[in-house]
C-alpha cells in the first residue's frame, strides 16, 4: 500500500539536471489525495470553489476533490466517457468526450452546450485534450482511442483522420490545424503562445511535436519533432511560466512512472516518482504552484516552486 514519505526532502522529486533544483520544495512531499478511479485523467482546477475535477474514463463520470474538505465525492456520474478537460476564459468547464464523440461546455447554471460534434458533414472520432488560448479559441484533439472498443466509449467506423482542430466557440466556425500527428494527444500552449506542443502517442518512439503558431493565431508551422520519449510514454502535460514541460510519463518500467519535467529547449530536467503511471495533470491551488497528478487508479499532489502559465 501506497504511503507518503517519512523523510524530506522527498525522494520522490528526483533532479536529472541543476535547472531542475529551484523548482524544488525541500518540505513538500508527494501526497495521495483520493483513489478508486479505473483510468484517471483531465485534472482541472476550479480555484473559485477550491476543488478539482477530474474524469474517470471508463467509469463515465467526473469526480471532485474538494480542498476544504480532503472529501471526494462523484460531481457528474453519467460524463459521457469524459476524457481532457479545461476551463475557457470566463471560467466554465469544456470538456472532450468520448461516447459523445464531442466538445461540449458546462455553463454556469449547470446546462451542457454541444460545441463540435461533427466537421464537414462527418462525426469527430474521440477527443482527447482540450486548450482554450487567450483569444477564447479552443484547440483539441481528435484521436480514435475511444472507439477502438467498449471500455472507454464505444465501438464505431472511423470517419474523419486523426487531426487536432481550433474552434471558435463564438462563430462556430472549425478549422484542422494539423492533420499529420499520429494519435495527436494532450496539447499545450507555451506561455507566450507562439508554439504549441503536442503529443504524438502513436509515433514509434513517441515523439512531442512542436508546431510555431502564424501571426494570424489560428494556423501552424511544423517545427518538427521535439522530444523523442525513448522507452516513455507522454500522456497530457502543462507548461509553467519558464516554459519548462512538465509530461504526465510511464509505462516500460516503475522508473518511469510519473512526471517528466524538460526545458523549454527540450531537455529532461527533473522527474516525480510515482507509483503508478501518470496520465495527465494541470498546476492549482491558490497560486497555482501545486502540482495535480492524474495517475491510473488515483490523484496525487506536490508543491513545486513555479507557477503553471495562465490558461493552461
Given at each position: ?17 541543476p535547472a ?9 512531499f ?22 478539482l475535477l477530474?474524469s474517470?474514463?471508463?467509469n463515465?463520470?467526473?469526480?471532485r ?5 480532503g ?6 456520474p453519467?460524463?459521457?466517457?469524459a ?24 455553463e454556469?447554471?449547470?446546462?451542457i452546450?454541444?460545441?463540435?460534434d ?7 472520432n474521440?477527443?482527447?485534450?482540450v ?14 482511442f475511444g ?16 487531426n ?21 494527444n494532450?496539447l499545450?500552449?507555451?506561455?507566450d ?32 519533432p521535439?522530444?523523442?520519449a525513448?522507452e ?5 502535460f502543462?507548461?509553467?511560466v ?20 524538460f ?9 516525480i ?6 496520465a ?9 504552484n ?6 491510473c ?6 508543491y ?9
Open positions: 500500500m501506497w504511503q507518503p514519505t517519512q523523510r524530506f526532502p522527498d525522494p520522490a522529486f528526483r533532479v536529472l539536471a531542475f533544483e529551484k523548482y524544488h520544495l525541500a518540505s513538500a508527494v501526497e495521495r489525495l483520493a483513489t478508486g478511479s479505473r483510468w484517471a485523467e483531465g485534472p482541472v482546477w476550479f480555484g473559485d470553489g477550491r476543488y477530474w474517470d474514463v471508463p463515465d463520470r467526473i469526480m476533490w474538494d480542498e476544504i474538505t472529501q471526494t465525492s462523484v460531481w457528474r453519467a460524463s459521457s466517457h476524457n481532457g478537460n479545461t476551463r475557457d476564459r470566463q471560467g466554465r468547464l469544456i470538456t472532450c468526450e468520448h461516447l459523445g464523440r464531442r466538445v461540449t461546455r458546462t454556469h447554471d449547470g446546462c452546450t454541444v460545441l463540435m461533427s466537421f464537414e458533414g462527418k462525426r469527430l474521440s477527443p482527447n485534450d486548450v482554450v488560448k487567450s483569444d477564447g479559441s479552443i484547440w483539441f484533439t481528435d484521436p480514435p472507439i477502438v472498443g467498449y471500455y472507454q466509449g464505444e465501438k464505431a467506423e472511423q470517419e474523419l483522420p486523426s487536432i482542430y481550433r474552434l471558435d466557440p463564438e462563430t462556430g466556425v472549425a478549422m484542422v490545424v494539423a492533420g499529420d500527428v499520429q494519435g495527436p494532450g499545450a500552449f507555451s506561455p503562445e507562439s508554439l504549441l506542443y503536442v503529443i504524438e502517442s502513436r509515433a514509434r518512439p513517441r515523439q512531442i511535436r512542436r508546431f510555431a503558431v502564424k501571426a494570424d493565431g489560428c494556423t501552424l508551422e511544423d517545427t518538427g521535439f522530444i523523442d525513448d516513455g510514454t507522454p500522456d497530457g502543462q507548461v509553467d519558464d516554459g519548462n514541460l512538465w509530461c504526465g510519463w510511464g509505462m516500460g518500467t516503475e522508473e518511469l512512472d510519473g512526471v517528466r519535467v526545458d523549454a529547449d527540450g531537455q529532461a530536467i527533473g522527474h516518482a510515482l507509483p503508478e503511471r501518470c495527465n495533470l494541470c498546476f492549482g491551488g491558490k497560486h497555482r501545486r502540482l495535480f497528478m492524474a495517475s487508479t488515483s490523484i496525487y499532489s506536490i513545486v516552486n513555479t507557477q503553471g502559465a495562465i490558461g493552461g
